[in-house]
T-cell receptor
Framework: QKEVEQDPGPLSVPEGAIVSLNCTYS??????FMWYRQYSRKGPELLMY????GNKEDGRFTAQVDKSSKYISLFIRDSQPSDSATYLC???????????FGSGTKLNVKP | DAGVIQSPRHEVTEMGQEVTLRCKPI?????LFWYRQTMMRGLELLIY????????DSGMPEDRFSAKMPNASFSTLKIQPSEPRDSAVYFC??????????????FGAGSRLTVL
């Protein structure tokens, strides 16, 4: 079983829709949870960063962590065509530790 | 800061040739990571360094792969001899900057390798 599981998609939604992206994981020791966005032919860039459980909001983006279910989510409100990218979840046990990435979900927001 | 700089951006080579990928990390970031990304396997950690010292190379696929970090501003990933299954995008990433924190990876643009 992989450490981190993520549905590869693709996920296609109309502009303005609410998008929900999810990852599950098996290692209960994970404490740090991140979402990266990767545009085509570019390197991943950090979008959201959360420590332990709870929610974090940044503009149209909300990250949720449910450690009891070993499940994390990224919500995108009022999705825009510029949000079209691959979204990768990542997690680690502690500071300066190995990062475990999901395989990425490809999102397409249609105008 | 220019961010993490990788070269070459694209490399096409023939099987059996030596390939050297280069990375200039962000100044002040103590950790450097080499990842490989393919459609089939996603993003895989190959090796990471702390203060120029290799910490974990368990992801290096075989002895054909080697990585060095002779100083804080330069790292190389070498494949010798290269094989078609090494075709992938190789990313260098930095972490540990004072402003960005321990768990924030900053990636370079990647080196796209094609081995014929």
């Amino acid at each position: 079983q992989k450490e981190v599981e993520q549905d590869p998609g693709p996920l296609s939604v109309p502009e303005g829709a609410i998008v929900s992206l999810n990852c599950t994981y098996s290692n209960s020791a994970f404490q740090y949870f991140m979402w990266y966005r990767q545009y085509s032919r570019k390197g991943p860039e950090l979008l959201m960063y959360t420590y332990s459980s709870g929610n974090k909001e940044d503009g149209r983006f909300t990250a949720q962590v449910d450690k009891s279910s070993k499940y994390i989510s990224l919500f995108i409100r009022d999705s825009q065509p510029s949000d079209s990218a691959t979204y990768l979840c990542a997690m680690s046990v502690g500071n300066f530790n190995k990062f475990y990435f999901g395989s990425g979900t490809k999102l397409n927001v249609k105008p | 800061d220019a961010g993490v700089i990788q070269s070459p951006r694209h490399e096409v080579t023939e099987m059996g040739q030596e390939v050297t990928l280069r990375c200039k990390p962000i100044s002040g970031h103590d950790y450097l990571f080499w990842y490989r990304q393919t459609m089939m396997r996603g993003l895989e950690l190959l090796i990471y360094f702390n203060n120029n010292v290799p910490i974990d190379d368990s992801g290096m696929p075989e002895d054909r792969f080697s990585a060095k970090m002779p100083n804080a501003s330069f790292s190389t990933l070498k494949i010798q001899p290269s094989e078609p299954r090494d075709s992938a995008v190789y990313f260098c990433a930095a972490a540990g900057g004072a402003s960005s924190g321990a768990n924030v990876l900053t990636f370079g643009a990647g080196s796209r390798l094609t081995v014929l």
